[in-house]
């Protein structure tokens, strides 16, 4: 894996060169600016496959150049991990808005690291199998019902990876969490009449009624496979929980979305959600998310199972309904 | 960075690195001793500090890494202080950070001396 590394302080190059080299990266360029590597990244031949970025440098700052390097179509998924301090965690919602995919922390520790880097390159090898297999075709292939892959194009959306690092990562301080996970209940019967980028297309459309909701709040969103968008609103936003869920399923329910043969579809979503301190531990704070995934599929189960219907009542009284559990 | 020393074949590198981070540690301390004389001496603009918690913040990045995390712990609560204090002047006495600083200056010096 063909790494760029970019600290301001030579003697931090020359160590994370070594753990590099160590843990088996040997293909590692280096720079000790962010000006210095955007020059580095315009005349390279061959692309880079990873970035370790220090968060605070003079000049230009690794947030800001992450931002940078993110808005080049080549590197658009490309695995960046910022390099920070325990401590210098509260610039990691700056860090992943910009596009970070996860983070090794200062001192170094090599088990750290080479975790870190492995799911780095398992990240990289996808994206350059995904590659390989679009490259030549007219239409980009349907992706898999499973497959968790990137909204396109929506405010603050991150790799689904990258939004459970920055669950594990984020600091304890004022204000909370709230995890939410929207489920397209008929997920499989859209995916199996989608061809090409339709069912991309019905995924981002929902994606994008979730952001028309958060404008203005800090969020991240993230497509997380088998019909689950998962998002996690942190700091203030003057809504409850069910607010946002309730907002969220009026906006679905505007949606006009009909597939490349004219065909329309009808999406039928339900939204969990969990809420969370930031003070609890980073394995809660995953545990929550993964709460709020298993409370929206277990609606969507319920609907499946025909204990509750989704069409065929008004709406108030469906959200009802869905908010008073499955016994309701 | 016991951790790291486990590994085969690093400890010799970091060894070499080590080397180095003292041998630049005295260049470090230069810097910011005449930072802290200019402070000391009235110019009290943000931009003389922005130096000042760069130099630190370097510490505090490879100090912990390199065998010597009393260092490189000071360095870090110094680096959030004076992060805080650009911030917000008001939020901090300087006169409280100036002692921080003086304290992490002897802190090298100490280092320095002992030679290791």
Redesign the interface.
């Known amino acids: 894996m063909r790494i760029l590394a970019v600290?301001?302080?030579p003697?931090?190059l020359?160590?994370v060169t070594?753990?590099l080299?160590?843990a088996g990266y040997e293909d590692v360029v280096t720079a000790g600016s962010a000006e210095q590597a955007m020059t580095v990244i315009s005349t390279v031949e061959r692309p880079f496959e990873c970035f370790l970025l220090?968060i605070?440098m003079?000049g230009i700052d690794g947030v800001a150049l992450c931002g940078e390097i993110r808005a080049n179509p080549l590197y658009r998924a490309t695995p960046i991990l910022m390099v920070s301090?325990l401590?210098?965690k509260h610039h990691f919602d700056r860090a992943f808005a910009a596009g970070a995919s996860d983070y090794v922390t200062?001192?170094?520790?090599?088990?750290e690291f080479r975790v870190r880097l492995g799911l780095a390159e398992q990240m990289q090898r996808q994206q350059a199998q995904l590659a390989a297999a679009q490259h030549g075709k007219p239409d980009r292939e349907k992706p898999r019902l499973s497959e968790a892959f990137m909204l396109d194009d929506v405010p603050f959306s991150i790799a689904n990876h990258a939004l459970e690092s920055y669950l594990q990562g984020v600091p304890g301080g004022v204000g909370g969490m709230q995890c939410f996970a929207l489920k397209l209940a008929n997920a499989v019967e859209i995916h199996r009449k989608a061809s090409g980028n339709d069912y991309e297309f019905v995924i981002n459309s929902l994606a994008d009624a979730v952001t028309e909701v958060l404008a203005g709040a800090n969020y991240f969103i993230s497509h997380s496979g088998n019909g689950v968008i998962s998002f996690v609103v942190h700091g203030a936003i003057d809504m409850t929980e069910e607010e946002v869920a309730r907002a969220v399923m009026t906006e679905v329910g505007m949606l006009d979305l009909r597939l490349a043969d004219g065909s329309q579809v009808s999406p039928d979503v339900v939204v969990g959600s969990s809420s969370v301190s930031r003070l609890t531990s980073r394995s809660a704070r995953i545990a929550t998310m993964r709460e709020a995934v298993m409370n929206a599929e277990g609606i969507a189960d319920a609907v499946a199972g025909g204990k509750i219907v989704l069409q065929e009542q008004p709406r108030d009284s469906l959200l009802d309904r869905l908010f008073g559990g499955l016994a309701a | 960075m016991s951790s790291m020393a486990s590994e085969r074949n690093l400890q010799p590198a970091l060894d070499a690195i080590r080397v180095k981070f003292l041998a630049s540690l005295e260049t470090r301390l230069a810097e910011l001793d005449a930072l802290t004389t200019m402070i000391k001496s009235g110019d009290k603009g943000s931009r003389v500090w922005e130096e000042v918690r760069l130099r630190v913040h370097r510490i505090a990045g490879v100090a912990g890494s390199l065998g010597f995390p009393a260092l490189g712990a000071r360095s870090a609560r110094l680096d959030t202080a004076i992060e805080q204090y650009i911030a917000e002047p008001s939020s901090a006495d300087e006169a409280t950070i100036l002692a921080a600083l003086d304290d992490l200056l002897d802190d090298i010096d100490a280092i320095l001396e002992d030679g290791n």
Do not use: C, G, N, Y
């Not at chain 1, 200062?106 to 088990?111: E, M």
């Open positions: 600290d301001d302080d003697i931090i020359e160590l070594t753990v080299s160590d220090d605070l003079p301090r401590d210098e200062k001192p170094f520790d090599a088990t």
